[in-house]
Structure formats: structure tokens, C-alpha cells
């Protein structure tokens, strides 16, 4: 059964916050899954990530890690200094997650975010190898933990390296180890798939995670994203995996400026009320 699950900073402005109150929130709201930013988890005392794993197993609320990895730990950098840093980083938030009995780490586990191609560079193959490379040697280090890292696919105006599911399975394929899949992202489809159907259907057995939202990052159910082609092509590949919201309404603080929301997408609106209404739209539209 696939569980639905949603990002914390539907509710948040910044990147580094307290998780504990989220999860009473989501499982109060219908929720099964809350995702929380690794990043921060990676700087929270063993203490603190043991109260948070208390709470989500008190609650029966799963949890999952998303990441965007930031210049300082970008794995694909070209300036190996970097690219080291950005692989030690990984590798405590592999031991992180695994300390949670965590599964997965999603987003740009692969780069950094958000990011484009160096000014002057208009090829980005010398970065991708260097990604490869980093991404072979981070493997091991989740197989034996146990997590699995999802590459996802990112549009072209926040990252540069995979923006199509082709290049992601092209990707995850050279590295050839299960504990490398796809993370998909309604929002991020929508903007670069010719079919956001066929783009499911191709990534197959590597798709490991969905993050589902509408064209405008509002909470599914309020937009015209095409969710009974979704539904068919996630049924035609057997996938039981999770469904994550991730939908960004609110400008202000480092969350709003990265994601780029320069207005209220939902003004006056109760957010908790609008989640709680998106959960019934997923139970009756994608499960």
C-alpha cells in the first residue's frame, strides 16, 4: 500500500527547525509519513534524534530524509576538496538515517541545489563524472547501511545535472547498485517531461519515491496537475513506494527565497484544514 506523506516546510520558512511537533501534526491530519531535511538531522546530537524516532514510532508516522546538498558539500564539484567534503557529508547523514532505521535520502544527493552550470561552462559531462564517481563510492557506504540514495530529478531553473527521468536512469543504470534510484517530482515533471505518464513508466523498478504536488506547488487537489494519468502509469509499474507532498505556499525566510515564492500562493487559507483535504484527494485519486 502506498503511504502518503508530506514535507515539513509546507508549515515552515527556514531549513533548520524542531521536527517534534510535526508529527503529532500529520498523523492528527491523516498523514503516514512525515519527510524531514537530513541536513539538520546530520547536526542533531544522538539524544535528540533518538526523541524524534521515539515520537514518529509513538505516533506510527514514518519518517523520510530529503536533502539539497549546498556548494560547500557538492558532490559533483570539480574542485576535489569540495567534492570530498560533500562525500563525508553524505556519509554521516548515511549513518544518520540508518541510527533512525531510516530507509532513504532523496533530492540532490547527486550535486547541489539549487545550482547552475558555471558561468562560461556550457558542458556539463565533466560534472556528471565527477558525480558518477562520487556517487560509486557513496553506494557502499549505504548498501552496508542499508539506505537507499534517490537521485532526483530537477528542472532546469533550480539544477542542471539530471532535469529528464531519461538522464536519471541513464544515471542510476552506470552506477548499477539498488541502493541508487529515482526520486520524481510532479512539480519538476511538469516542467520537463513531454509526458509526465511516460516519464513514470520509464524510470520503472528505479522509481523508489514520488514527490507529488501541483504545477504551482499548491497541496494536490487544488491545480490541473493530470493525476488519473499518474494514478495509471504508478499502477502499470507496480509501485508501492511513498507519495510525498511537497508543496511550498508561503514566501519569507530561506525556505521561500530558495524555492522562489514572492507572494502567498494561499492567502488566509487554514494549512493544516488544506492538508488534511489533499490526504482525501490522494486516498481517492492515486491509491
Not at 75 to 98: D, P
Not at 124 to 148: R, W
Not at 191 to 211: C, P, Q, V, Y
Request: hydrophobic content about 40%.
Amino acid at each position: 500500500m502506498r503511504k502518503i506523506g508530506i514535507y515539513y516546510a509546507y508549515w515552515a520558512t527556514e531549513w533548520d527547525v524542531n521536527f517534534l511537533p510535526f508529527v503529532s501534526k500529520v498523523k492528527k491530519l491523516g498523514f503516514d509519513q512525515l519527510e524531514i531535511n537530513g541536513g539538520t538531522l546530520v547536526n542533531m546530537s544522538t539524544e535528540e534524534r533518538k526523541r524524534l524516532k521515539d515520537e514518529a514510532e509513538k505516533h506510527q508516522i514514518k519518517l523520510s530524509y530529503g536533502i539539497g546538498l549546498t556548494p560547500v558539500n557538492d558532490v559533483s564539484s570539480t574542485n576535489e576538496n569540495i567534492r570530498h567534503a560533500g562525500i563525508g557529508f553524505m556519509k554521516n547523514m548515511i549513518s544518520a538515517v540508518n541510527e533512525m532505521n531510516g530507509e532513504m535520502i532523496g533530492g540532490t544527493v547527486h550535486s547541489c541545489w539549487p545550482s547552475t552550470l558555471p558561468k562560461g561552462a556550457t558542458d556539463k559531462s565533466i560534472y556528471l563524472q565527477q558525480s558518477i564517481k562520487s556517487m560509486k563510492e557513496l553506494v557502499k557506504v549505504a548498501e552496508d547501511k542499508q539506505v537507499i540514495l534517490n537521485v532526483e530529478v530537477i528542472n532546469r531553473f533550480e539544477q542542471f545535472l539530471l532535469n529528464t527521468c531519461e538522464e536519471a536512469v541513464n544515471y542510476v543504470e552506470e552506477i548499477d547498485n539498488p541502493y541508487c534510484g529515482i526520486l520524481l517530482d510532479t512539480f519538476h515533471m511538469n516542467i520537463e517531461e513531454d509526458s509526465i505518464g511516460d516519464a513514470i513508466i520509464k524510470a520503472g523498478t528505479h522509481l523508489k519515491s514520488m514527490h507529488i504536488g501541483e504545477t504551482n506547488r499548491k497541496p494536490p487537489g487544488l491545480g490541473r496537475m493530470p493525476w488519473g494519468e499518474i494514478k495509471i502509469a504508478l499502477d502499470k509499474i507496480g509501485y508501492n513506494g511513498s507519495l510525498v507532498m511537497e508543496p511550498f505556499v508561503n514566501p519569507g525566510g530561506k525556505v521561500g527565497r530558495d524555492i522562489g515564492v514572492w507572494r502567498e500562493l494561499m492567502p488566509g487559507a487554514d494549512l493544516d484544514f488544506e492538508a488534511a483535504k489533499a490526504v482525501e484527494f490522494v486516498r481517492e485519486n492515486l491509491l
